[in-house]
């Protein structure tokens, strides 16, 4: 249900269940945790791109495989929570959307650190459309991405967007020609990996932090991240590497 793919420092993920438009059953998202878990523990990965194949990049939990559940199975089970697998991998994680991204589609996306998408992607939150509600963290990634106002018209409406809105929305980091999608994501994959990781891993929480501690607390905590930069020998090699007009040679401690 996915392939997984070695190019230099970058994993790639590719979600290959074309015929249901890559909708995330069980299998899958095991799958997907699976090979994130490889490449967290794997020091040679310093980045990871998820895509999808076919027409889609995923068109959401899978409906098939949810119809028949009941309340009582779902709350048991804690439905959904194994999802959260991708939000907190510590390495960066570029979605390459390259059709349709909706329902969980759209919020394993936004569990991503980055979002490059084809011209032709198309995004949104349908489930309102289907008797029931974002339930991967749609409602609160969405809006902390696009504002209450955008968030609520597409969580009330399930309206789809295109890939050039959802851009210009914040929605999305960048948007390309279908056919360059995967390029341009492996260059940013590449540009990434070849940064000190502890550095890395220290500005993507960092960033993290914005939506889950006051302001004054995240801060705070990144001056201190900053500070123990100042721990590595990276650090003093990148500065080293400026000032005598070379490139940096980092070596991840
Ligand atoms: N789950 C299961 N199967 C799905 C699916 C999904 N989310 N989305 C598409 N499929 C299947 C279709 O049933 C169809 O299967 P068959 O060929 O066996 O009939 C196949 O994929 C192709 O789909 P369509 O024929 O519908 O393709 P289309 O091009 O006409 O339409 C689409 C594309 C607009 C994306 C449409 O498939 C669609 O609306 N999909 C559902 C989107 C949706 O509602 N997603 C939210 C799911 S709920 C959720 O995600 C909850 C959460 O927050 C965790």
């Known amino acids: ?13 590719t979600l290959t ?15 997907l945790n699976a090979a994130l878990d490889q490449a967290e523990n794997d020091t040679r990965i310093g980045a990871i791109v998820v895509t999808g194949s076919g027409k889609a990049f995923a068109a959401g939990a899978d409906i098939a ?8 199975e779902i709350a048991e089970k804690d439905f ?5 697998r991708l939000a907190r991998c510590h390495k ?19 569990m991503c650190d980055i979002i490059y998408a084809s011209e032709t992607a198309k995004f949104g939150q349908p489930e309102i459309t289907i008797g029931t509600m974002p339930g991967a963290g749609g409602t609160q990634r969405l809006t902390a991405l696009v504002g209450k ?10 309206r789809m967007i295109t890939a050039l809105e959802a851009e210009a929305m914040g929605l999305v980091t960048r948007v390309f020609k279908a056919e360059d999608l995967l390029k341009e994501a492996l260059a940013t994959a590449h540009k990434i990996a070849q940064f000190s990781a502890p550095v890395v891993r220290m500005i993507k929480e960092a960033i ?3 939506a889950e501690v006051p302001l004054i607390s995240g801060i705070k905590t990144e001056r201190r991240m900053f500070h123990s930069t100042f721990a590595l020998e990276d650090r003093k090699e990148g500065m080293s590497a400026f000032l005598e007009k070379r490139a940096a040679v980092f070596k991840n401690r």
């Open 1 to 13: 249900m996915i392939s997984v793919d070695f190019n230099d420092r970058v994993m790639i993920i």
């Open 17 to 31: 269940r074309p015929d249901a438009l890559n909708a995330l059953c069980k299998k899958l998202i095991t799958q």
């Open 65 to 72: 495989e949810m119809k028949n559940l009941t309340f009582a």
């Open 80 to 84: 959904i929570q194994p999802w959260e």
């Open 92 to 110: 960066p994680v570029i979605a390459a959307v390259n059709g349709f991204a909706l329902g969980g589609g759209c919020e394993l996306a936004m």
């Open 149 to 158: 106002a955008k968030a609520m018209e597409l969580c009330l409406t399930g």
């Open 208 to 210: 993290n932090d914005v």
